[in-house]
Every structure is written in C-alpha cells, then in structure tokens.
C-alpha cells in the first residue's frame, strides 16, 4: 500500500471537513446512529471500526454526528501515521474544550454528551483483509479509502460486515469530477491520465477509483443493505488565502506527478500544463478547482 504523509493529511483534512459538513445534511448522521443504536446497543457504546485511518481524521468528523458513548477501533498499515495518531486526537479534544487521556488500552475522550473510548492497531488491510475481526461491531468506516480498493476486496468486507451485521459508512470517496477555474486547454488530457492512474493498484488489486461509489451500491443492494449518498466536493479557491494556495499547488503537484507517471510519453505536455497552473496560482489571477467525492452510507434494516 502507498503511504500516506502526515503533512498531506494535515493539509487536506480542513477541505474535508467542509466536504463532509456540506454533504451532512443529506445523510442525517444522527438519524443514522439512533437506528444503529436502537437495532444493536440501545444506551451501550457503538462498535466503530475505521478502516485506514491515519491521524484519525475520520474519527475527529464523524464521532461528533455519531454522538453519546463510543468505541472505536482505529486501525492503518502505516507506523508512522499511527505513531501520530495519539498526540493528533488530544488536541483536537483540547482545540474543542474537552477532557482526554491516555488508557492503559489507548485514549480515552469526554466532552457533553459525547464519550470515546479509542484504541489503534497496526495491520495490512491488503494483504489480510480477513484478519480483523468483526464481532461485535456496529459500524465500519472508512475515510479516502474506497477509491484505492479493488472490487474483489470490497466484494469480501462487504460480505463480512453482512455476517457481522454491521453498517457501513464510507466517505470522501472520488468520483472522478474535476472542474478548474479558468479552465485550459490541457484539462480534459490531463485529468485522463490523473483518473487512469487513479485505477492502478494501490495495493488492493485494481482500483476502483472514480468508479467506487458506483461499484458498492449493487454490492451492498445485493448484501440487503439499503443505502443513501451525498455530495462531499472539495471546493478549493486561491482568493480565500494562504491554505487554499496551498492546496492548489499540492493539487497541482500531485495530478501531474501521476499523469507523467501514468504515461511518460506525455510529461513534456503535462508539465508544461502544471507550468501554466503554477503560474496562474502566482500571479493575480484567481485559480479554483473543484474536487468531487461522494458520501455513502449503508445499513440493514
């Protein structure tokens, strides 16, 4: 599996949670867990497993929808993402005014009518993706993590969170939509390449990429789960200051390292068209982008 910096994740999680707040509405996550918590727990903590979870940014989103008492399971591949972990969620409990400390299984979180109880592990979801158990759990979730999987892997977590009678919450999940502002020429060329490269192998088999939330909702529907999904597009603009900036360019980087990878041939072409980005970004100029994602939900009645 590809990782991920903690810088990355740092920088990106703000659009995120604006993301995940526009799409809110739709998917009415505190509805979502009074039908968990009347069909599995009633007043007992909900099971929350969060698959890839880096820094924990999923858990800092979604915890405070979810409301009243909860377990989660954090579990990454990546060392030193979870070697961070820790540190990143007690100051976003002390950023909110709430009380955190460390547990002898992990961390525990207070604040009004909201209690966490967390604990982390390190494990390879590609390589044993049937290595985590399930029993027990009310919730699995995962944030930027659908678009990387194969159709077989998520074929088999669906199964398996089908016997466990768990929901699923996936979010931020792409959707291949990208829109600039002014756009070039070289866009549509460009975000090809970006959404072949999309659909590599990260580690899972063949990547669903652009394609993901559309390839879950006859898996899940098959499984006899019902569903809802949701809008959750990053709307990044250089005219709201130094955080946009830096995130246009990170974007600018990152859409062209791949299209270069994804065809060499190209790189003269791609480069030249993040030369222009670039410049654009720098001058007076205003650039923006849209990122689309999709939000998807998914429980047994």
Known sequence: MSGFDPDWLALREPFDQAAREAGAPALDIPA???????RHRGDAALQVLDLGCGTGANLRALAPRLGGAQHWRLVDHDPQLLGVLPGALQRWAASQG??????????????????????WQQADL???????PLHDTDLV?????????????????????REAGAALCFALSVDDRLHWQPADAADADVHALFQAHQRRDKGFGPALGGSAVDAALPLLASAGYR??????????????????????????EGIASAACEQNPAAAVRVQAWRDRRHARLAGP??????????ELLAWLD
Do not use: N, Y
Request: glycine share 6%; charged share 20%; with cysteine.
């Open 32 to 38: 979502f867990a009074a039908r968990l918590r009347r």
């Open 98 to 119: 709430w009380r955190s400390e460390r547990t002898a299984a992990g961390l525990r979180i207070e604040a009004p009518r909201l209690s966490l109880d967390v604990v």
């Open 126 to 132: 590609a390589a044993d993706p049937e290595g985590l």
């Open 141 to 161: 979730t995962a944030s930027a993590l659908l678009d990387l999987v194969s159709g077989d892997w998520l074929s088999r977590w669906i199964a398996r969170s």
């Open 227 to 252: 569903c809802t999904t949701a809008a959750s597009d990053w709307h990044i603009d250089a005219a709201q200051g130094p955080a946009h900036r830096a995130m246009l360019a990170a974007m600018v």
């Open 285 to 294: 100029s205003a650039l923006a982008m849209t990122v689309g994602h999709k």
